[in-house]
């Protein structure tokens, strides 16, 4: 008999899309707070907007969640010039990653949940 998880397992990821394509996956664990995206933003943001934008031609966007729009992520962003674009609250629907996010766990309740919790323990 299989082990069964006790709770839901959940999968913390970050990633970004832009017009032509998406960005790395950040897979990390525990709930993020700000100077852990600011981790984040350095090990999946600033390498793709180097590889992609050299030219600082592109504006980053985000939601209004706490952690994103903290001092520690604002000073973060501006000291890493980062074209970020304020958006204003309760504006999901300005956000195009929320529909893909929507999209993917949907996806995955529906489609992968028993094949995906073993190999995902493993991480």
Not at 68 to 87: A, C, F, M, P
């Amino acid at each position: 008999m299989k082990p069964k998880p006790k709770y839901a397992i959940k999968v913390y990821v970050w990633s970004g899309i832009w017009k032509t394509g998406t960005t790395e996956l950040v897979i990390f664990k525990g709930i993020m707070k700000a100077a852990h995206y600011c981790t984040i933003l350095w090990d999946g943001l600033l390498p793709f907007i180097s590889s992609h934008f050299p030219d600082g031609d592109y504006r980053f966007q985000q939601d209004n969640d706490p952690k994103h729009t903290s001092r520690l992520v604002k000073s973060y962003l501006e000291d890493h010039s980062i074209n970020w674009l304020k958006t204003p609250a309760e504006s999901s629907d300005l956000n195009p990653i929320e529909n893909v996010w929507g999209s993917l766990k949907y996806f995955v309740s529906t489609h992968h949940k028993k094949k995906i919790w073993t190999p995902l323990l493993v991480v």
